[in-house]
T-cell receptor, first 115, second 114 residues
Framework: EAQVTQNPRYLITVTGKKLTVTCSQNMNHEYMSWYRQDPGLGLRQIYYSMNVEVTDKGDVPEGYKVSRKEKRNFPLILESPSPNQTSLYFC??????????????FGPGTRLTVT | AQSVTQPDIHITVSEGASLELRCNYSYGATPYLFWYVQSPGQGLQLLLKYFSGDTLVQGIKGFEAEFKRSQSSFNLRKPSVHWSDAAEYFCAVGAGTNAGKSTFGDGTTLTVKP
């Protein structure tokens, strides 16, 4: 089944403890992206990747890192999480030789709480 | 910079009534426009998209949207709402010249009354 998977689905952590949220897609998509969703703010793009080893900042990249060493994986790294990073995170991918002009396929989301 | 505005935060309609969700965009060139739906506790699913051509596009679940360049709008419609349509709806614009950037509206929550 074609899908985007994220792990973990739920995570409660403490301020400053490094964490990684994994994202993997099995559709051989070029483009991948991370979003955070907060009430009343819609989805805001954190980082995106047009291809392996190519990443760029979205609208809210502060406090996050990403890497794209393989086409299928696009982990989101929080080196020193803070409470304002408590949010619902979505990974997405698209066929995207032209970037996100193609429709994006979303993962199920990761709910992160930082205390 | 590109932007998307969904003026209605929350809309309530009766089951069987018609629905229109508004979306206005700001973009320098021909936009690539999308509507996504998010059911409670779920990820986002594409309803429909507009790239070019016919300005009235059909999507899944009986939804349609009309692109109006003169009004910078891409409103979503459905002639008869079902209780299962209760969800949050997001309008989005995909980049062209800013290839890679994707901008979503703040979303409209739809409640369906029996």
């Amino acid at each position: 089944e074609a899908q985007v998977t994220q792990n973990p689905r739920y995570l409660i952590t403490v301020t400053g403890k490094k964490l990684t949220v994994t994202c993997s897609q099995n559709m051989n998509h070029e483009y991948m992206s991370w979003y955070r969703q907060d009430p009343g703010l819609g989805l805001r793009q954190i980082y995106y990747s047009m291809n392996v080893e190519v990443t760029d900042k979205g609208d809210v990249p502060e406090g996050y890192k990403v890497s794209r060493k393989e086409k299928r994986n696009f982990p989101l790294i929080l080196e020193s999480p803070s409470p304002n990073q408590t949010s619902l995170y979505f990974c997405a991918s698209s066929l995207g030789l032209a970037g996100p002009v193609d429709e994006q396929y979303f993962g199920p989301g990761t709910r992160l709480t930082v205390t | 910079a590109q932007s998307v505005t969904q003026p209605d935060i929350h809309i309530t309609v009766s089951e069987g009534a018609s629905l229109e969700l508004r979306c206005n965009y700001s973009y320098g060139a021909t936009p690539y426009l999308f509507w996504y739906v998010q059911s409670p506790g779920q990820g986002l699913q594409l309803l429909l998209k507009y790239f070019s051509g016919d300005t009235l596009v059909q999507g899944i679940k009986g939804f349609e949207a009309e692109f109006k360049r003169s009004q910078s709008s891409f409103n979503l419609r459905k002639p008869s709402v079902h209780w299962s349509d209760a969800a949050e709806y997001f309008c989005a614009v995909g980049a062209g010249t800013n290839a890679g950037k994707s901008t979503f509206g703040d979303g409209t929550t739809l409640t369906v009354k029996p």
